[in-house]
């Protein structure tokens, strides 16, 4: 069967065929068709089966025409179904599209429970350069998954200096959630600990997570001012969890302060705490 026979099958697919072959005519299409044959696959992509949407989703990213995709994908992007979402955001990246609702598309979908597509969205805001929904991006920092808050963690460093993103990052140190907000304080530039510091004074030994007292304790180790070595020697002393005492003691045993040796000489017959507390 010669290419402009296979074409001809597929527009009768697509026009009288059942789901699965509606789907796979539109994706064929997308593979041998042309210019032309972009109309097509816009019709196709307002199917009322999801199938068939997600195919004219592959056919549009396959057939490589711009224009067609980059008014199709957007509302493709924001579909009920997640793998039409899924397949819409690919063929975006395929695409290379930038239009600025393919950049909202991909700021919806820094929040969508489908974590492929967190990521795909992430991808497409690193390549396009641009952050998308900001606090969406700031909160995937705690996102579980390494893949999504790795990617997050790039795109927030690479765009530090973007007022709204460093808000953002500001607003999460102080507020957010653990996860987003452990990663927000050892990201944070050291020019706005001062504006936090009574909070990171308080939080190093109420807050109830030990992950965010040792991220509060680095934050204050690079702080030149009494009160903050202060704080951390006291934290020291009261501090319960091994893990958050064998990181102080190596944060603060450089000052040579003596305020180091009651503290570590408690901790030396402790698996975790005790080589750190030797060394200090």
Request: proline share 6%; no cysteine.
């Given at each position: 069967?010669?290419?402009?026979?296979?074409?001809?099958?597929?527009?009768?697919?697509?026009?009288?065929?059942?789901?699965?072959?509606?789907?796979?005519?539109?994706?064929?299409?997308?593979?041998?068709?042309?210019?032309?044959?972009?109309?097509?696959?816009?019709?196709?992509?307002?199917?009322?089966?999801?199938?068939?949407?997600?195919?004219?989703?592959?056919?549009?990213?396959?057939?490589?025409?711009?224009?067609?995709?980059?008014?199709?994908?957007?509302?493709?992007?924001?579909?009920?179904?997640?793998?039409?979402?899924?397949?819409?955001?690919?063929?975006?990246?395929?695409?290379?599209?930038?239009?600025?609702?393919?950049?909202?598309?991909?700021?919806?979908?820094?929040?969508?429970?489908?974590?492929?597509?967190?990521?795909?969205?992430?991808?497409?805001?690193?390549?396009?350069?641009?952050?998308?929904?900001?606090?969406?991006?700031?909160?995937?920092?705690?996102?579980?998954?390494?893949?999504?808050?790795?990617?997050?963690?790039?795109?927030?460093?690479?765009?530090?200096?973007?007022?709204?993103?460093?808000?953002?990052?500001?607003?999460?140190?102080?507020?957010?959630?653990?996860?987003?907000?452990?990663?927000?304080?050892?990201?944070?530039?050291?020019?706005?600990?001062?504006?936090?510091?009574?909070?990171l004074l308080r939080d190093l030994t109420d807050d109830p997570s030990?992950?965010?007292?040792?991220?509060?304790?680095?934050?204050?180790t690079r702080v030149d001012r009494p009160e903050a070595q202060d704080?951390?020697?006291?934290?020291?002393?009261?501090?319960?969890?091994?893990?958050?005492?064998?990181?102080?003691?190596?944060?603060?045993?450089?000052?040579?302060?003596?305020?180091?040796?009651?503290?570590?000489?408690?901790?030396?017959?402790?698996?975790?705490?005790?080589?750190?507390?030797?060394?200090?």
């Amino acid at each position: 069967m010669t290419t402009e026979h296979q074409i001809a099958f597929f527009l009768r697919e697509l026009e009288t065929g059942d789901t699965w072959r509606r789907a796979a005519a539109a994706k064929g299409l997308g593979k041998l068709g042309d210019t032309e044959h972009a109309a097509v696959l816009v019709r196709a992509a307002a199917d009322p089966a999801p199938e068939v949407r997600e195919g004219a989703a592959v056919g549009l990213g396959r057939l490589g025409v711009v224009a067609a995709g980059a008014k199709t994908l957007p509302a493709l992007m924001d579909d009920d179904d997640p793998w039409v979402r899924r397949k819409a955001s690919l063929a975006s990246l395929r695409l290379g599209l930038r239009d600025r609702e393919v950049v909202d598309a991909y700021g919806r979908l820094l929040s969508d429970p489908d974590h492929h597509l967190r990521i795909n969205a992430l991808e497409g805001l690193r390549e396009l350069g641009v952050p998308g929904d900001v606090p969406a991006l700031v909160r995937l920092l705690g996102d579980p998954a390494h893949g999504i808050w790795g990617l997050a963690w790039h795109i927030v460093h690479e765009r530090e200096k973007d007022p709204d993103v460093e808000a953002e990052l500001v607003r999460t140190a102080q507020w957010g959630e653990e996860a987003a907000r452990v990663r927000a304080l050892w990201m944070l530039p050291d020019q706005h600990v001062d504006r936090l510091l009574l909070s990171l004074l308080r939080d190093l030994t109420d807050d109830p997570s030990a992950e965010v007292r040792s991220a509060v304790a680095f934050r204050l180790t690079r702080v030149d001012r009494p009160e903050a070595q202060d704080a951390l020697f006291a934290a020291l002393e009261a501090e319960p969890a091994p893990e958050m005492v064998s990181r102080l003691l190596f944060w603060l045993r450089r000052s040579g302060d003596e305020r180091l040796l009651g503290p570590a000489s408690r901790w030396l017959s402790d698996e975790r705490a005790g080589p750190q507390a030797a060394g200090a």
